[in-house]
């Protein structure tokens, strides 16, 4: 059964657009499973950079089909400008298929996702205030829009006149903000649809027949397994499930098809936006893995909070999603440390803990406990073979596999799509 599922094993930015790239050309399909364009993938193609946000990665190789799962919603203006934005560079984006069943991101999406935000000022999450949330609210009160009710006009403008009768009341009452005109939302979707109509297919039919003849299909999830609503930092989460059984679920596919799970780790961590993160570095380290990494977020454009592995989520990924490789990426990035230090255990109120909390209030108290690990100065963005890394580099890979409860099978050592280190092939 030649079906992948790839995700963060972080709290996403671990660099899955370069490993889904570095698949690409082996894999028939890949598909995006949950999230919207409050995710993105830097991809590097040669000298030329593209950053993805809707659009799943394989869609920058020639032979790989492209497809956004049910699971996903959907900005119709996001993605059809990032479709042209590729085109105007020479990419083919005609093989692109899109999930009838995706819910729909709405311009009352994306108003209400900001000014909720604003009204619980230090309370916030700190979500990207693309409408993410509040589309998949919708989808859960069963008040959505799909893909597919784009090419039904009585029954968009039911849906949308439902949804409007209560979100306006919110808007004006509680946010002091205009109501907004049900025409005017559904004469804007309406203009979507002539676009989307080409791309549009019932994907998880496709997608099960491709398994059963044998094509190798990649799910890819969007941010990282601490991110998710059940089983990540909540509240500051995102509104899907980006770990392994999403994609069963955004995908349509059953998990007795899924043949392998592969968790991208960086090999230092990094957030996004509020919540608790016990190895952050507020000091000069901190600065150095931004600058270093170009931690910046690829859709948000705000600086990633940084901080030292962290061996104790690793695990936690590989037990909730069930890994069984690891891709290790910006193992460059820690070039010119003399000692690394890496954190094995929390210290929560004098006690030593080895798996991550379930309680909030204990993860929020939690203190790393490091072990150092020598570090190297040699250039490795050459490197090759497992064996052409440093000593000291080969040395922090294993203790890093040991630590983390899954195998290391690749190894990111720059930026570039040939500066990956390949040591188990994942096919």
């Known amino acids: 059964m030649p079906a992948l599922v790839l995700l963060g094993a972080q709290w996403g930015d671990e660099g899955k657009g370069k490993a889904t790239d570095l698949l690409g050309g082996s894999v028939d399909y890949v598909v995006r499973f949950q999230g919207g364009n409050n995710a993105g993938h830097t991809v590097v193609v040669g000298d030329q950079k593209y950053a993805l946000h809707l659009l799943p990665s394989g869609i920058l190789s020639p032979g790989c089909t492209p497809v956004i799962g049910n699971g996903v919603v959907v900005d119709p203006e996001v993605l059809l400008g990032e479709l042209s934005a590729l085109q105007a560079r020479g990419v083919d984006t005609s093989k692109l298929l899109l999930s009838g069943n995706a819910h729909l991101i709405t311009p009352y999406h994306t108003d209400l996702d900001k000014v909720t935000e604003r009204f619980l000022g230090t309370r916030k999450i700190g979500t990207t205030g693309r409408g993410i949330g509040p589309a998949y609210a919708d989808k859960i009160n069963r008040v959505g829009i799909r893909v597919q009710d784009l090419f039904d006009e009585s029954i968009l403008r039911q849906k949308v006149d439902a949804a409007l009768d209560q979100k306006n009341q919110i808007l004006a009452k509680l946010y002091n903000r205009r ?3 049900p025409d005017a939302v559904v004469e804007q979707l309406l203009g979507y649809a002539g676009q989307l109509r080409p791309y549009v297919a019932d994907t998880t039919l496709l997608l099960n027949d491709a398994i059963d003849a044998g094509k190798v299909v990649l799910f890819e999830g969007g941010q990282g397994t601490l991110l998710d609503v059940d089983h990540g930092t909540y509240p500051f989460v995102t509104s899907s499930n980006p770990t392994a059984g999403g994609a069963c679920t955004g995908a349509g596919v059953g998990p007795t098809r899924i043949s392998r799970v592969i968790g991208i ?55 909730v999603n069930g890994l069984t490789d690891f891709f290790l990426t910006k193992l460059d990035v820690l070039t010119g440390w003399e000692r690394i230090p890496v954190c094995v255990a929390y210290d929560i109120d004098g006690r030593r803990v080895t798996e991550l909390p379930y309680s909030q209030t204990d993860f929020h108290h939690a203190t790393p406990v490091y072990e150092m690990l020598p570090g190297w100065s040699e250039d490795i963005s050459k490197a090759t ?3 052409e890394l440093p000593k000291n580099a080969q040395g922090y890979v294993k203790a890093l596999e040991e630590m983390s409860g899954a195998p290391v099978s690749a190894i990111g050592v720059g930026p570039g799509r040939d500066e990956t280190i390949q040591i188990n092939s994942f096919l």
């Not at 952050?280 to 909070?305: N, S």
Request: positive net charge; charged residues 35%; hydrophobic residues 35%.
């Open 265 to 319: 780790l960086k090999a230092y961590t990094t957030r996004v936006g509020a919540g608790p993160f016990p190895t952050e570095l507020l000091d000069e380290d901190g600065d150095r893995l931004r600058t270093v990494g170009g931690e910046r977020g690829v859709t948000t454009g705000r600086d990633r909070r940084c901080g030292w592995f962290d061996a104790v989520i690793a695990r936690y990924a590989t037990r």
């Open 179 to 181: 109501a907004i005109r």
């Open 385 to 387: 073979t497992f064996e």
